[in-house]
């Protein structure tokens, strides 16, 4: 019997998180760019072996969260630490909120992918081509736009926000911060063939946060309700896992939250009618809710079987997308909903079909769906009602 030992097997490979060591910058168009090439974007395929290729993507991506964080503090944002009063070193689960929270009149809580890191909606859209990728593809032009929506230019009551983190909820305890499953798979190993970390459920969770939907809890209850004015709108935005997460929690606790949220964004919920049932809530969702969904459908379709009205985001291949290209038709909505008070319902929608119905959209989505592409290719970018079951991608979870 042979074996061989671990000195002598291949070692672990490592990448410096540091963008100009990696052999990228960011140029003028806000583009990750190649220093070697600066007409490509960023390469993932390094090498045969797939260890190189993620461990060099998460080196990638670790700057990309450093850039991202960086210009959310400058915009006005501040870490909040869960639970609430954690010490940094402690395990917790780190979310965004603004500096002056308790003071505004509306408030944005943006419940995201559980497959993405904090601040981010979209490595793909953040990694590839087209002007202001990184703000695009993460929540620095949401934040920056939330700016338009004052009720005057001079104005100092735009819109707060609270950013929750359902992607990053292991606590690795080597690093002393939380990371998503993918940044768990590339931590450091033993050498290169070994498999990664076994997954302690109390020593790598953070007290109160460990699951969806008890950080969705957490959130809703002690920073939704005890650290906004009492007075203040809620709006939610969902983003597929985050609309689920919102959908459940609130059809539960309805009773505590029907005075003081306003109106519901969900990008691609999996929600069915049935499976709602405090009914006050979704006679809610029919009239202060909306979906919007992956499709290239340019025209309405019939709605059957959805909780809400539907609409086309715009993006029609990648659900990540979905947040990048709708969320300004989403803060209009609110808009539209904080400026009509309690008389704002859902307008009735015609539904009709083109003679030509069933077009493609001549959209080309790139990359695979790990997210080392490039960005997807966008279909139609009106705002316009479709049905779920129609619409491309509609039930796939990344």
């Known amino acids: 019997m042979f074996r061989r030992l671990s000195s002598s097997l291949p070692r672990d490979p490592e990448f410096p998180a540091d963008l100009k060591a990696l052999g990228y910058f960011v140029n003028a168009d806000d583009e990750i760019r190649s220093i070697a090439d ?39 944002l501040e870490t909040l630490r869960l639970p609430i009063g954690a010490p940094a070193e402690k395990p917790h689960v780190p979310i965004l909120v603004s500096r002056n929270l308790s003071e505004k009149k509306r408030v944005i809580v943006v419940l995201g992918e559980a497959t993405q890191d904090l601040g981010i909606w979209a490595y793909r859209v953040v990694g590839g081509e087209g002007k202001d990728a990184i703000s695009r593809g993460s929540a620095i032009e949401f934040v920056k736009r939330l700016r338009d929506y004052a009720s005057s230019p001079d104005a100092d009551d735009a819109p707060g926000v609270i950013i929750a983190n359902l992607g990053q909820l292991l606590w690795w305890r080597g690093g002393k911060r939380s990371v998503t499953f993918a940044t768990w798979g590339c931590l450091p190993r033993k050498t290169a063939v070994h498999g990664p970390m076994r997954i302690d459920d109390v020593n790598n969770r953070a007290p109160q946060n460990a699951s969806l939907p008890e950080h969705v809890r957490y959130v809703f209850e002690e920073v939704v309700r005890k650290k906004t004015a009492k007075d203040a709108q809620i709006f939610v935005i969902g983003l597929t896992d985050g609309a689920d997460e919102a959908l459940t929690y609130l059809d539960d606790n309805w009773s505590a939250w029907s005075s003081r949220i306003s109106a519901l964004a969900l990008a691609n919920p999996l929600h069915l009618p049935s499976e709602i049932t405090n009914r006050t809530f979704a006679a809610f ?36 997308g979905i947040m990048p290209a709708a969320n300004k038709m989403m803060l209009d909505f609110f808009r539209d909903v904080a400026v009509e008070g309690d008389a704002f319902v859902n307008a009735s929608t015609e539904i009709y079909r083109r003679e030509d119905d069933g077009g493609d959209g001549d959209g080309d989505g790139n990359g695979d769906g790990n997210g080392d592409g490039g960005v997807g290719g966008n279909g139609n970018d009106n705002g316009v009602a479709v049905n779920p079951a129609n619409a491309e991608g509609a039930h796939d979870r990344a």
Do not use: W
């Open 285 to 320: 969702l029919r009239a202060r809710a909306r979906s919007y969904l992956t499709s290239n459908q340019p025209q309405m379709l019939e709605q059957t079987d959805t909780i809400c009205p539907c609409f086309s985001s715009g993006e029609q291949s990648y659900l990540e």
């Open 38 to 76: 600066p007409s490509k974007t960023f390469q993932y395929r390094i090498n045969k072996n797939e260890r190189y290729n993620e461990v060099n993507k998460e080196a990638i991506n670790t700057c990309i969260r450093e850039i991202v964080l960086e210009r959310l503090h400058h915009l006005g």
